[in-house]
């Protein structure tokens, strides 16, 4: 074994190269004012609401918003770890600056979770962490999904966890069990569909051992409880906890065409964000993990069959077939299997730990991952630099905001356009709630937190002022106007993008006249792609 001082002082190859790459991913997220994506924006307002909702000055926020996190209220929302960590342990530092100190812990230890988890497989193969890399800026993370991204570390943590001490050892030793169980929980608690996955995952490769024990002339009782009890009873208070939450999610089901899901599968879909020609290179990072998976399955068939390590094959079979039967859309729950496509493969490189590498394909699968990496940052760091200027130009609004006011913010184009028509991001609609970032800085009651319009985020709106309910009319357009019994207003719209080309939704053009009539014009942009506007009186 190595000595203290020789991991510390002389570092190898790989460890200087996955941390050279994961130094190159943390520099946009610092370097830019802000991060581009969807949904972050709206994460940033729920957690400022959550800093300020007892604050004297705050009454605006109570008057529209009431809280459900961190109480015993017969509820356990699983979207609930980033918000503490935003909200609580990094209260010390503003808003932004938490959101970026979130997101370098999620860029430092995905990589650096997948390199504990290949410890548990073979320690002498952890270079093979260098093939998460590319799966750092996935189209999850674009969508600002930070909660489900958070999941993918817990993931490799609890995988890695029973990879060491579940895996061959006494499933009834209570401080192992006891702390998977407690790793179980904190997946749950950063995303269900991950803990459904990593479950599913699991039994597979429980189930495989337990076979090949029995086949082996085992006693079928003592594989049964070697292999599954301890699985079973670490499982049983984070089950719980999913069967309760997905209780109330409501009977909506949608599938992705079968054909879609296996073209995205195979092309790896679900790393593409903001720029369309990363499909390139997520399809040369999965035919090159297929391939390989492939040949040295060959292989081992014929130098003597699947052996002990290929429960985790087992586990990435388990887990294809779930994104296949696994629906696109269950209850407000959306792009499941977009999020559960990652995970065959994040298996699969812990599967590649079990075979002997030689020097040549080292170095080949460390370029790979560097190299995908890197190729996808050159794609989308100028997208994100050309998003956070156009955003920095029409959040120049929020100066004309006073605090203790509501706004609604209108995004006729959620992607935003060149002068051309052409979108400015593929996939992601950057511009969809732009105006939540107001919100996440001043005292103001954003109109269009979504997230709080639905029971699974710990702040919601009250039910007497749900501007999803009282500001669209019977045809689902928008109404500037709260009914009088409410008690509700709308002080100021803000108008993304409003002579696109492409609106978002066909009623705009019509809601805007509306909006021309009851309000007054106070702000443009010096482009025009911002208009804000001051309700009359």
Not at 304 to 322: K, N, Q, S
Request: aromatic fraction near 12%; charge should be positive; glycine fraction near 8%.
């Amino acid at each position: 074994m190595p000595s203290v001082a020789a991991v510390f002082v002389k570092p190898s190859r790989g460890t200087l190269l996955l941390a050279a790459v994961i130094a190159v991913q943390l520099l946009p997220i610092w370097l830019l004012t802000r991060f581009p994506s969807q949904d972050g924006p709206v994460h940033l307002a729920l957690v400022h609401v959550m800093r300020e909702y007892a604050n004297p000055d705050a009454q605006v926020l109570r008057d529209y918003f009431t809280l459900s996190h961190f109480t015993l209220n017969r509820e356990a929302v699983p979207n609930w770890f980033v918000y503490w960590v935003l909200a609580d342990v990094l209260r010390f530092v503003s808003v932004p600056v938490a959101e970026k100190i979130l997101l370098s812990a999620y860029v430092i230890l995905l990589p650096l979770s997948c390199r504990y988890a290949l410890g548990g497989v073979a320690p002498e193969n952890r270079f093979l962490a260098v093939l998460a890399l590319p799966f750092t800026f996935n189209f999850l993370l674009g969508m600002g999904f930070y909660n489900f991204s958070l999941s993918l570390v817990a993931f490799f943590v609890a995988l890695g966890w029973w990879l060491r001490y579940l895996k061959e050892g006494d499933p009834l030793k209570f401080l192992p069990t006891a702390g998977f169980a407690a790793l179980l929980v904190w997946v749950y608690f950063c995303h269900a569909v991950t803990l459904v996955a990593l479950i599913v995952a699991l039994g597979a490769a429980s189930a495989w051992l337990a076979a090949r024990d029995i086949w082996g002339g085992g006693s079928v009782a003592r594989a049964l409880r070697q292999r599954l009890l301890g699985l079973t009873l670490a499982a049983l208070p984070a089950l719980f906890l999913t069967v309760s939450y997905a209780s109330g999610l409501g009977s909506r089901r949608a599938w992705l065409p079968l054909g879609d899901n296996l073209l995205g599968l195979a092309t790896l879909t679900s790393l593409v964000s903001i720029d369309n020609r990363i499909h390139v290179l997520s399809s040369v990072l999965a035919f090159s993990l297929i391939g390989l998976a492939g040949w040295l399955l060959v292989r081992r068939f014929r130098t003597g069959g699947l052996g002990a390590a290929d429960p985790l094959l087992a586990a990435a079979a388990a887990l294809l077939i779930l994104n296949l039967a696994a629906p696109q859309q269950l209850g407000i729950g959306g792009l499941i299997t977009y999020r559960l496509s990652l995970f065959p493969y994040l298996v699969l490189i812990l599967w590649l730990a079990t075979f002997e590498h030689p020097p040549r394909r080292r170095l080949a699968l460390q370029i790979l991952g560097a190299g995908v990496a890197l190729g996808m940052l050159a794609f989308l760091v100028p997208r994100w630099r050309d998003l956070d200027r156009r955003l920095d130009e029409g959040l120049m609004a929020a100066r004309w905001i006073e605090p203790g006011s509501t706004l609604l913010s209108v995004p006729v184009s959620g992607t935003g356009e060149n002068p051309d028509g052409s979108r400015l991001a593929d996939r992601v609609l950057p511009f969809l709630h732009a105006g939540d970032f107001v919100a996440a800085s001043k005292t103001v009651v954003s109109l269009d937190l979504f997230a709080a319009g639905t029971e699974a985020f710990p702040v919601r709106y009250r039910p007497e002022r749900n501007p999803y309910r009282y500001l669209l009319d019977v045809e689902r357009r928008l109404d500037f106007q709260y009914p009088r019994e409410t008690g509700g207003r709308v002080d100021y719209v803000m108008v993304w993008w409003p002579d696109a080309r492409r609106p978002r939704y066909d009623f705009w053009k019509g809601t805007l006249g509306r909006l021309e009539r009851d309000f007054d014009r106070v702000y443009t942009s010096p482009s025009g792609m911002v208009r804000l506007y001051r309700r009359k009186g």
